[in-house]
């Protein structure tokens, strides 16, 4: 199993959890910052993924050993999910410019990483 997967699912349970008022309440001005501030989003070091995964072990050592996660930082072949700009759904949370439109975008992301766990072969949180 790869090291993230408890914490791929957490994320997604998160991401459908959370609220337009939560998201309202520690608005930064777009979606990419506030998501930061909510799951650690886009950030390699508050990442809850990152961090599960133990990239920060890394950090030192140079670029982590990403066939032990299921998202990677670099995607190829063998490892198709890339999880920072690997796919549209990353991109709208980037892009989001009001509280309405990230909550969409954060729905969105989830059920795109559902999609992720069902391809490839586990179970749904």
């Not at 939560?22 to 950030?43: A, C, P, S, Y």
Request: net charge positive; with cysteine.
């Amino acid at each position: 199993m790869k090291n993230n997967v408890q914490a791929f699912k957490a994320l997604i349970r998160r991401y459908e959890s959370i609220t337009l008022e939560e998201i309202k309440q520690n608005w930064e001005g777009d979606g990419d910052d506030t998501m930061r501030v909510l799951t650690g989003f886009g950030h390699k070091i508050k990442c809850t993924l990152c961090q599960a995964a133990g990239y920060i072990q890394f950090i030192v050592g140079g670029m982590p050993d990403c066939t032990k996660w299921l998202y990677t930082l670099v995607q190829s072949d063998a490892h198709p999910y890339e999880c920072m700009r690997g796919s549209e759904t990353y991109q709208n949370i980037e892009k989001a410019s009001t509280p309405e439109e990230l909550l969409k975008a954060v729905r969105q992301r989830a059920q795109y990483m559902r999609k992720i766990l069902t391809k490839l072969g586990y179970k749904q949180p």
